[in-house]
């Protein structure tokens, strides 16, 4: 299996800043990398897909990057409703693994 | 639009199965896609159990392999998880979604079913 670090566990932050979520895979995954959001009601909904797209409806503050075994996703300027978990996952090969998941927290 | 629904137990004894279901309106099943199934466990580790497509084929996470049946019921709009012989290990937050394999990334999500492992 494809094993997905991701750094760090849990971020404080303050409204407006940017942000940077690290996630690194054990071996080449070709770009396959997707991020999620889940919101503390539990509600998981899809951020970005294949490294850099935007999933229709989410904000332009979002962006991903990455290539190769390191990925990150950025949050350009922290609004209220970003302080959630976020989880990235690739797809590169089966089975499906996510990273251990980044708590963004109000500072 | 489309949504998914878990429903089941939430509280299933050591050794039992647990089953679930997830109910999808707003989409048909068998039109497209595979349909998920992914478990969040205290801590937050998360973990992708299997699918099954729309043709009804499934694939399972190795992990579970014996452990785990996904099926469905086409008249009904629904899949279904069972995993056989639960430990507490099995406490977890099940989740249901729809896993279009272009672009690859499961774009519809369940709000989730609770279910612990207790005796």
């Known amino acids: 299996d494809i094993q997905m670090t991701q750094t760090p566990s849990s971020m404080p932050a303050s409204l407006g800043e940017r942000v940077t979520i690290s996630c690194r895979a054990s071996q080449g995954i070709s770009n396959y990398l997707n991020w999620y959001q889940q919101k503390p009601d539990g509600t998981i909904k899809p951020l970005i897909y294949?490294?850099?797209n935007l999933q229709s409806g989410v904000p332009s503050r979002f962006s991903g990057s990455g290539s190769g075994t390191d990925y990150s996703l950025t949050i350009s300027s922290l609004e209220p409703e970003d302080f959630a978990m976020y989880y990235c996952?690739?797809?590169?090969?089966?089975?499906?693994?996510f990273g251990s998941g980044t708590k963004l927290e109000i500072k | 639009e489309i949504q998914l629904q878990e429903s089941g137990p939430g509280l299933v004894k050591p050794s039992q199965s647990l089953s679930l279901t997830c109910s999808v309106t707003g989409y048909t099943i068998t039109s497209g896609y595979d349909w998920s199934w992914i478990r969040k466990f205290p801590g937050n580790k998360m973990e992708w159990m299997g699918y099954?497509?729309?043709?009804?084929?499934?694939n399972y996470n190795p992990s579970l392999k014996s452990r785990i049946s996904i099926t469905r019921d086409t008249s009904k709009n629904q899949f279904f998880l069972q995993l056989n012989s639960v430990t507490t290990e099995d406490t977890a937050t099940y989740y249901c979604?729809?896993?279009?394999?272009?672009?690859?990334?499961?774009?519809?999500w369940g709000q989730g079913a609770s279910v612990t492992v207790s005796s």
């Open positions: 979604a729809r896993y279009p394999h272009y672009p690859g990334v499961m774009d519809a």
């Open positions: 996952q690739q797809y590169d090969s089966s089975p499906l693994t």
């Open positions: 099954i497509s729309y043709s009804g084929s499934t």
């Open positions: 294949y490294t850099s």
